[in-house]
């Protein structure tokens, strides 16, 4: 067996723009619904849902042999939890709050086998195919992806450094708590915050990196991905099913009222 194509860090590599979902569902059931839709990513996020290392192994089953790539967003930047989800054969990374350059670095140590950096050695692992992929220790870097995310002002100050970090492969910004951190809470869509994406753009672009954002909103998606944003997540499972169910239940007591 040979090494796969990671489809997704191409894409960014040649800034192709990649239309996304959020999935925090927690479910393969979820995943295997998401999977053949035709998102050309799907964030599967354990910082904010309550995914664990078994569940994203599951949901990981789906998505490898679907057209979607799967992204999954680390609770933290822990070299532990990143060594475990290596091992299960997540191919692409999305580290949260990353604010410094000693920050993206550390990340990108967590994943790259001694000695350029720190991860341990399983030779019998989901990633490798259970020892079946011979070339994966030399070759795995070159395929993993990695993107990190700027969620603080300070942050937003260092986008060119953190972008230049060796291994770096995107930065991706989070409007719901970047725009906390200027002190618009739960305003994601503060006109001083798009100032903000739009400045993080700018940087991004000067440092010749893709830029990725998530949005609530189709209007906010489209407006990014027509300015430059590369990836883009255009909203969350969890919305979809929670807005769907709520319009639905609306129709049908409006039809009977």
Same mark, same amino acid.
């Given at each position: ?84 989800? *290596? ?5 692409? #990374?999305?580290? !949260?709050?990353?604010?410094? @350059?000693? &920050? /993206?670095? %550390? ?70 708590? *970047? ?5 618009? #809470?739960?305003? !994601?869509?503060?006109?001083? @915050?798009? &100032? /903000?994406? %739009? ?59």
């Amino acid at each position: 067996m040979h090494l796969p194509k990671n489809t997704f860090k191409q894409a960014l590599a040649e800034k192709r723009p990649q239309i996304g979902l959020w999935s925090t569902l927690s479910s393969n059931i979820g995943s295997e619904v998401l999977a053949h839709a035709g998102y050309d990513w799907i964030v599967v996020d354990m910082e904010h849902s309550p995914n664990e290392v078994p569940t994203v192994y599951t949901q990981l089953q789906s998505y490898d042999p679907s057209p979607t790539a799967a992204v999954v967003r680390l609770p933290w930047n822990d070299p532990v939890v990143v060594k475990r989800v *290596l091992d299960i054969g997540a191919y692409s #990374l999305l580290f !949260p709050m990353i604010q410094t @350059v000693e &920050e /993206a670095t %550390a990340a990108v140590a967590s994943t790259c086998y001694p000695p350029r950096g720190i991860r341990g050695v399983s030779l019998n692992q989901r990633g490798n195919r259970y020892g079946r992929i011979a070339d994966y220790v030399s070759k795995f870097e070159t395929e993993l992806c990695i993107t990190v995310q700027i969620e603080t002002t300070a942050a937003l100050g260092r986008v060119e450094e953190i972008a230049a970090v060796d291994g770096v492969d995107g930065i991706f910004f989070g409007p719901a708590d *970047l725009s906390a951190d200027m002190g618009y #809470l739960g305003q !994601p869509g503060h006109p001083k @915050v798009k &100032e /903000a994406l %739009a400045e993080g753009l700018a940087r991004c672009n000067k440092a010749g990196k893709p830029a990725g954002i998530l949005t609530g909103a189709e209007a906010d998606s489209i407006h990014w991905l027509k300015e430059g944003y590369v990836f883009v997540a255009v909203g969350t499972d969890t919305a979809i099913l929670a807005r769907g169910a709520d319009a639905l239940l609306g129709r049908i007591r409006d039809g009977i009222a």
